[in-house]
Nanobody
Framework: QVQLVESGGGSVQAGGSLRLSCRASGYTYSTFCLAWFRQAPGKERERVAVISSGGTAYYADSVKGRFSISQDNARTTLYLQMNSLKPEDTAMYYC???????????????????????WGQGTQVTVSS
């Protein structure tokens, strides 16, 4: 059973930076999509970034150029480096994982929360103006 545990959230002023981490265990996927989602109060959960097991990353337009998704060489930890943070980035951030099979579309295609099988508990990010 896949377990995902996020950390690194907190409060920061606009223009600041945070790095989120997501430690993964228990999954045996050889190929996969790992994603960061966020959900602000009263809004739907949205994907902000996803990375394939091959290292290809995709970003939401709202964070492109400011956020960077990566994973460690052992593929046990997923990161989200967030720079130039804005108040509108305030949300609960979640990491998510899904298996990926070679006949499927690229990880970019899997943007909806329902397409991910495993989720962490979330970490809060608050950006003040």
């Amino acid at each position: 059973q896949v377990q995902l545990v996020e950390s690194g959230g907190g409060s920061v002023q606009a223009g600041g930076s945070l790095r989120l981490s997501c430690r993964a265990s228990g999954y045996t996927y050889s190929t996969f999509c790992l994603a960061w989602f966020r959900q602000a109060p009263g809004k739907e959960r949205e994907r902000v970034a996803v990375i394939s097991s091959g290292g290809t990353a995709y970003y939401a337009d709202s964070v492109k150029g400011r956020f960077s998704i990566s994973q460690d060489n052992a593929r046990t930890t997923l990161y989200l480096q967030m720079n130039s943070l804005k108040p509108e980035d305030t949300a609960m951030y979640y990491c998510a994982a899904r298996n990926w099979r070679s006949f499927e579309a690229s990880c970019a295609y899997f943007s909806g929360p329902s397409t991910y099988a495993s989720w962490g508990q979330g970490t809060q990010v608050t950006v003040s103006s």
